[in-house]
């Protein structure tokens, strides 16, 4: 039984050091070298951070040109009494009414 066990704890850390392995070697292929900031190349990191940071910020950047404008449509509203009604709780006689004209 004991050699079974050691089997067993062998076999896991193997298998945990080449799952380590993988993704050791997927995070250093994905990995930014450098970047090329007007025509030099620049391997510092603060450097690559920084530029990286303003690609995407000038990518993803809101605009308020693609905005749907709303201005001219009026939306029915309710009155007073029906939006207080829709946060007030139910009663009792209303939630048995409710399950009364339930079908089956």
């Not at 050091?17 to 050791?24: A, G, N, Q, V, Y």
């Not at 995070?27 to 007007?38: A, D, F, P, S, Y």
């Not at 603060?46 to 995407?56: G, M, P, S, T, W």
């Amino acid at each position: 039984m004991g050699s079974i066990s050691v089997l067993r704890d062998k076999l896991l850390l193997l298998t945990t050091r080449c799952t380590c392995r993988r993704k050791s070697s997927r995070r250093l292929r994905n990995e930014v070298k450098g970047i090329e900031v007007g025509s030099q190349w620049s391997e510092e990191p603060d450097v690559v951070c920084r530029e990286a940071k303003k690609l995407f910020e000038d990518r993803y950047q809101v605009t308020h040109d693609y905005r749907v404008r709303l201005g001219t449509v009026e939306f029915k509203t309710l009155s007073l009494e029906a939006s207080s009604g829709m946060i007030a709780n139910f009663t009792e006689e209303e939630i048995k009414e409710a399950v009364w004209q339930c079908e089956g």
